[in-house]
Structures are given as structure tokens and as C-alpha cells.
């Protein structure tokens, strides 16, 4: 765990608002493109990612400090996930948002890209669309693999971490949730 985690980790401990107020800062788009994609929905995942970093604030002295922080939030917030997906599932409240351009977009630091012809940023859209339903048609446990692994960038030990599961397991769902995609986004470009 790097000297910034391990401070930040003591003052939360200490109840410090500036430093919730920094991990908010520091982590609130990751989390809340990890709970939209979990979740396909703007409210649903803003709702979820605010009690993820209220729990985190509440529950930071059962932090062991044994894997990095972030691992651990992100296990924080994969969890709360799977309780509202279960807790939707449960009420049959399972409407979508429509995605549009900028659907699960990321605050990036850096000058913007180069203008896109309208065509293809329609195309990249329409796309995306296609891409969130997929996702959101898995099961959980396969979708939190395929978030974490192919949009979060996270490496397998890390997954393994933040879920819990053994390697194996984890290179399972990942292969099973990656040909069902490629099954969904396949059978939709035909």
C-alpha cells in the first residue's frame, strides 16, 4: 500500500471530513463506473456508489491494510452491487437508462481527442448500448469479473482479491462471461 494510501487510511480512521472529502475526490469515478456498469442505471449506481463511500467512512477499521486500498473499496463497492442487484431482482424493478454518448464517461485529465465524425460517434453510441445490455444480461458473478477485468484494467490477483475467488475460478467466469458476450454482440451486428 503506497505512503498516500496508508495516510489517508489514518485520517479516515480518525474520522477526518477533508480526508473523506479527498477519497470521494480521489475515487468517485472509478466507483461510479464500476456501480453504473454493475448496475445499468444512472440512479441506481450514483445511490450505490454514495453508500459505498459512506461504508467505507463507517467501516475503515476493518480495513487490514493487507491489499491496497483501492482493491478493497472496489470489493466494497462490488458487494453493495450484488445486494441491490438482488434487492431490484426481488422487487422486479429492473427498468434501464438509455445510454447516450456519454453513458459511464470518466472525468479524464488531458486535452480532449481529436473531433470524431458524427457517423461513427452514432455508431460509438449505438455500440455502447449494445455493449451495457450485454453486460447487463450476465449474471452478476460473471458480469463483476468482465467489469473488473476488461473496464477496470484490474489484473486477475486483483479480481481474486476484491472478489474473493479463487484464480481459477476467476479465469472461469471471465472466459464464460467473455463468450457470452461475444455470443450477444455477435448475434446483434447479424
Not at 459512506?54 to 458487494?79: C, G, H, M, P, Q
Not at 463483476?144 to 484494467?153: G, M, N, Q, S
Amino acid at each position: 500500500m503506497s505512503v498516500r494510501d496508508r495516510e489517508l487510511v489514518r485520517r479516515l480512521r480518525e474520522r477526518d471530513e477533508r480526508a473523506f472529502r479527498e477519497l470521494v475526490s480521489e475515487h468517485r469515478d472509478r466507483v461510479y463506473n464500476l456501480t453504473y456498469r454493475m448496475l445499468g442505471n444512472r440512479a441506481e449506481a450514483e445511490d450505490v456508489a454514495q453508500e459505498v463511500f459512506i461504508t467505507v467512512f463507517k467501516t475503515i477499521d476493518s480495513f487490514r491494510e493487507e491489499a491496497k486500498f483501492s482493491t478493497w473499496l472496489y470489493r466494497v463497492a462490488v458487494n453493495h452491487c450484488k445486494n441491490r442487484i438482488k434487492y431490484l431482482a426481488r422487487r422486479h424493478d429492473r427498468s434501464k437508462d438509455e445510454l447516450d454518448e456519454n453513458a459511464g464517461a470518466v472525468a479524464e485529465a488531458g486535452p480532449p481527442g481529436p473531433m470524431r465524425r458524427p457517423d461513427r460517434a452514432v455508431e460509438g453510441a449505438q455500440m455502447e448500448v449494445v455493449l451495457q445490455e450485454a453486460i447487463n444480461s450476465l449474471d452478476e458473478e460473471h458480469r463483476a469479473v468482465v467489469i473488473l477485468r476488461e473496464i477496470e484494467d484490474l489484473s486477475i490477483e486483483e479480481i481474486c482479491e476484491i472478489t474473493g475467488l479463487p484464480d481459477g475460478t476467476v479465469k472461469s467466469r471471465l472466459h464464460r462471461a467473455r463468450l457470452a458476450l461475444r455470443k450477444k454482440i455477435t448475434r446483434h451486428l447479424a
